[in-house]
T-cell receptor, first 111, second 113 residues
Framework: DAEITQSPRHKITETGRQVTLACHQT?????MFWYRQDLGHGLRLIHY???????NKGEVSDGYSVSRSNTEDLPLTLESAASSQTSVYFC??????????FGSGTQLSVL | SQQGEEDPQALSIQEGENATMNCSYK?????LQWYRQNSGRGLVHLIL?????REKHSGRLRVTLDTSKKSSSLLITASRAADTASYFC?????????????FGKGTKLSVKP
């Protein structure tokens, strides 16, 4: 069955370190998204991509970057992790039916 | 910026009762979607309703959309303990980026056995 997987499930890092969260989907979807979820804020869009070599900034993109070298993967990089980036991160993908399929999330703690 | 706002923030009911959650939004939309999130898990798509539709059903779920009031409601009938989860509405803004959904903060539903 097609799926979308995120790794790692949990990550603890230190302030200032570079961190990369992986997202891999086998739906063959062109659209991929990264959200962060925080209490009191719901889900906020970080970056998104409509296809290979395409990336776009979302509502809360500062301090994050993505790259899309193939259809299946959209890694999210925190260039220099900050405590304000402690959050749960969700990757999602969608096809022509416009429904989002979510991964199980990555709990990131920046100490 | 937040588009959808769910109401209530939290809802506690007994098994067998109906649960109604509401969503209000600010701008014109192409469609509105509802998602469920179980604790510690990713969101799962429940139902999509387009701007030219007024009501949609899927099993025990009933969604209504009133574009004149910019609001939607999700009704879960004959609730079960397994329905305990957070429910989010998400809007696809008219004129916005393709597939770029804006989520509300969610309603936390607790169904007691």
């Amino acid at each position: 069955d097609a799926e979308i997987t995120q790794s790692p499930r949990h990550k603890i890092t230190e302030t200032g370190r570079q961190v990369t969260l992986a997202c891999h989907q086998t739906w063959n979807h062109n659209n991929m998204f990264w959200y962060r979820q925080d209490l009191g804020h719901g889900l906020r869009l970080i970056h998104y991509s409509y296809g290979v070599q395409d990336t776009n900034k979302g509502e809360v993109s500062d301090g994050y970057s993505v790259s899309r070298s193939n259809t299946e993967d959209l890694p999210l990089t925190l260039e220099s992790a900050a405590s304000s980036q402690t959050s749960v991160y969700f990757c999602a993908s969608s096809g022509i039916d416009e429904k989002l399929f979510f991964g199980s999330g990555t709990q990131l703690s920046v100490l | 910026s937040q588009q959808g706002e769910e109401d209530p923030q939290a809802l506690s009911i007994q098994e067998g009762e109906n649960a109604t959650m509401n969503c209000s939004y600010k701008t014109s939309i192409n469609n509105l979607q509802w998602y469920r999130q179980n604790s510690g898990r990713g969101l799962v798509h429940l139902i999509l309703i387009r701007s030219n539709e007024r009501e949609k059903h899927s099993g025990r779920l009933r969604v209504t959309l009133d574009t004149s009031k910019k609001s939607s409601s999700l009704l879960i009938t004959a609730s079960r303990a397994a329905d305990t989860a957070s429910y989010f509405c998400a809007t696809d803004e008219y004129g916005g980026s393709q597939g770029n959904l804006i989520f509300g903060k969610g309603t936390k539903l607790s169904v007691k056995p």
